[in-house]
């Protein structure tokens, strides 16, 4: 692979030097601990709705997903429009409700509703369990764009990568992450575009890459009612509609999103966010799907490859040469390193690093609020954490960057690949108790702690079970014992959990007693009122 360009190196740096700046001049908005955990409700719709979208959308996004489209082939281009499709049902489900009731923690609702504070405890483990796998993906993800592009050493990577998030984390809390996740968003979004119309420019126009895509991969564009499928993970609309359910439904439930709905200005500002989250997203996806529908060629194609040769070997190599990462890691990288630009390759490092930095700064927010506020105060009444809020969530916020630094420096692959078990645990664990609550007046206590205790290891024992027995997590767990067939059914990061999850709620809330009237009309009747 060639040296590290001037282009590429230039972009980086203006781009660290950007958020840097950013998180600086936050600090001086930062007045109350309400500022530092929810931006003092001032966000408006189109900087929260690019928030929204940088910090949804994880590394997984930018660095796996081309890989994943071209050995899944089209059918996988609606699990991808699934998030989008999602988005604008989070508006109804959870947005405008959640901003109503104008909370502070994500484990706030679940203490009034159900009328029981000892919830922060159970709703905070679950969370932190998944900020602990997301946080170290984010720093992997930072590291491997660093390394791939700008070949910085991965362990300079990650420390580079850890101390510039909590540089601005730390300084001003959630106001300079929502704005530094808007410009990432930006960022992010614009180099998406810009690689994807460099390579239909390439391959011809948006027929000449149809053709080529179609020459070099005959399977590609069929669907699971072809005799040939594409592949077996995307073979059966079964599978098909598994994967598009399962990110259907995560954005309207997942702590990192659900808080950014309680730094809006009002209900009104809630709705449009979405609708701005909707469109940049949307773009960015369309960037997406058409890199990686090429991406096999390029890479086949790319200086690395030749002729014949086979991507999946180059992308192997690349993991060989670096060290780290699994091969899919390197198909954005690759794609795009066979046009032989570098401004477009460091417009890329810079997009790959603000939705890594997007994502590990989310997710530090909702856990420092969680410790420090709900833990440290509102449970433990911890006198330091009534007096110094701030100062305890930047200790915090420090504290959970480091531990995702630390695992990081030497990532075992299973602990990347569970970030795919958490999206799934936390909401078939604790979103049906968020989406119930708001929408079900019978909604109990008990169903709240049972289904969260319950969903969370048997969808650890199912995933794990999958991934290590039956050979990867989207068979279904039980394939072996009903069908005689690890590969029989497809059940993309054991989806099958979330809807148990709700019909488990269900079940044991008709079985218990009801919460006290009062919590259910002021948490639940009057928050969905006219939303």
Known sequence: MAAVEAPVVGITV?????????????RQRLKSATDYYVAGRQIGAVVNGLALESTYLSPASMLGLPAYIFIL??????????????MPIATLLTASALRKYAPTSFADYYADRYNDQNLRWLVGIVTVIGAVLYITLSIVGMALFLLAIAKVPYIIGVVIGTIIVMLYVVWGGMIATSWNAAFQAFLMTVAAVIAAIAIVVKLGGIGGFYEAVLANNPKFWNTPSDPQVP???????????????VWHYGFATMPYTVVRFFTTMDIKTARRSIFWCTLAAGIFYMALQIIGAASKLMIETGPMGGQGANAVAILKNYMAQYGVGGWPDYSMVAAVEALQNPWILGILCAGGLAIAMSTAAGWVMVVN???????????????FAKENPITLARIVSVIFLLVGLAIAINPPGLVLDLSGWAFVVIISALGPGLILGLWWKRATRTAMWATAIIMTPLHLYAWLKAKLVLGHHAFFFLNDVLFGNPKALITPHQVWAIPVGFLLFIVISLLTKPVEEEAVQKYCVELTEEV
């Open 14 to 26: 203006l781009y660290f030097l950007a958020i840097v700046v950013i998180g600086y001049y936050s």
């Open 73 to 86: 082939g089209y059918p996988f281009w609606w699990a991808m429009s699934a998030i989008i499709a999602g």
């Open 231 to 245: 592949h077996l993970l995307s073979g059966t609309w079964i599978a098909v509609i598994g994967w598009f359910f």
């Open 369 to 383: 609020t969680l410790v420090t506020r709900d833990w440290g105060d509102l449970m433990l009444r911890s006198k």
